[in-house]
T-cell receptor
Framework: GESVGLHLPTLSVQEGDNSIINCAYS??????FIWYKQESGKGPQFIID?????DKRQGQRVTVLLNKTVKHLSLQIAATQPGDSAVYFC?????????FGQGTRLTINP | GAVVSQHPSRVICKSGTSVKIECRSL??????MFWYRQFPKQSLMLMAT?????????EQGVEKDKFLINHASLTLSTLTVTSAHPEDSSFYIC?????????????FGPGTRLTVL
């Protein structure tokens, strides 16, 4: 079956530092992965996605890395800002639906 | 672009009543809409997938007679929680994509907080 998990439930970083959020997945047949950001009381917000034919993709201040060998996905946030505080979910696409991981809460220390 | 709205944002109801939640794609036509529920400090759990003009596909363990889904147009899907009970209290979130393929980005609504007394 499909499952997506995260290595750490919480992550605390200093403002200005880089953040790295990790995610492990089990279904090697999936070819689409997405990162979402969810602030308290709000719906998830799309951050960045990557398809399995790529191993890296960059956006504005964010980079997603995909390691298919070890079934690992990571989200890197450069120069973390207070507005980055949220829960981050990875999701794996397959069979016409997404499977979400448990989420990592990112907190920013001033 | 790609804005999804939900209404209402919050609803409080008495046990035994039914509640309808609307999900609209505001600037695109949504071939497929998805309904999720999320309990506090937990992840999103897919309840059902809804395609315009056809019956929804429910995930295992989700009662289709309790959670009625209607996707009557390309911009509107509704979720009705029938005979709601306190254990149905949750955060309900819809999402939509325009192509119906899993590789098409899903855009999420802001969620609806349901509290059943």
């Amino acid at each position: 079956g499909e499952s997506v998990g995260l290595h750490l439930p919480t992550l605390s970083v200093q403002e200005g530092d880089n953040s790295i959020i990790n995610c492990a997945y089990s279904n090697s047949a999936s070819d689409y992965f997405i990162w979402y950001k969810q602030e308290s009381g709000k719906g998830p917000q799309f951050i960045i996605d990557i398809r399995s034919n790529m191993d890296k993709r960059q956006g504005q201040r964010v980079t997603v890395l995909l390691n298919k060998t070890v079934k690992h996905l990571s989200l890197q946030i450069a120069a973390t800002q207070p507005g980055d505080s949220a829960v981050y979910f990875c999701a794996q696409g397959g069979a016409q639906k997404l499977v979400f991981g448990q989420g990592t809460r990112l907190t920013i220390n001033p | 672009g790609a804005v999804v709205s939900q209404h209402p944002s919050r609803v409080i109801c008495k046990s035994g009543t039914s509640v309808k939640i609307e999900c609209r794609s505001l600037d695109f036509q949504a071939t497929t809409m998805f309904w999720y529920r999320q309990f506090p400090k937990q992840s999103l759990m897919l309840m059902a997938t809804s395609n315009e003009g056809s019956k929804a596909t429910y995930e295992q363990g989700v009662e289709k007679d309790k959670f009625l889904i209607n996707h009557a147009s390309l911009t509107l899907s509704t979720l009705t929680v029938t005979s709601a009970h306190p254990e149905d209290s949750s955060f309900y979130i819809c999402s939509a994509n325009s192509g119906g393929e899993v590789t098409d980005t899903q855009y999420f609504g802001p969620g609806t907080r349901l509290t059943v007394l």
